[in-house]
């Protein structure tokens, strides 16, 4: 899974006010593991992401569970199934809760292995 990605995430903001918002923007993904650790950060021109979750493997697709961060340093509960890392590209469908509210993303992110 360890890599640098260039692509986008998009999906929708829901139960956080009075409108669903649209959200889609190009972004940047860092991936570290140790383990089974994993530590994300997605970059994009109006976003910072951090997150940290336990992978899983299944079959040939993995899962992650754990949390997130972002530019409004609210902590979501963050889950990641149907990855996809191959040589050349990385794919998620993506899902952010925050604790005790309605307010959640559901979408998708992934992109194109950045050169060294």
């Known amino acids: 899974m360890v890599g640098a990605f260039l692509g986008a995430r ?3 903001w ?5 409108v669903t918002e649209k959200f ?3 972004a940047t993904f860092a991936i570290s593991q140790e383990g089974d650790d994993v530590t994300i950060r ?12 336990r992978y899983t493997q299944n079959g040939r697709m993995g899962s992650l569970l ?3 961060v972002c530019d409004d340093q609210i902590t979501r509960f963050f889950t990641a199934s ?6 050349e590209s990385l794919s998620m469908r993506m899902r952010m809760s925050q604790v005790g509210t309605d307010c959640a993303f559901t979408g998708y992110g992934g992109g194109i292995r950045q050169l060294p």
Do not use: F, K, W
């Open 10 to 12: 998009e999906g929708r």
């Open 24 to 26: 889609d923007s190009v």
């Open 42 to 53: 997605e970059v994009g021109p109006r976003h910072q992401c951090n997150y940290r979750a």
């Open 14 to 18: 829901a139960g956080c006010g009075p």
């Open 66 to 68: 754990g949390s997130a």
């Open 82 to 87: 149907e990855i996809q890392v191959g040589i």
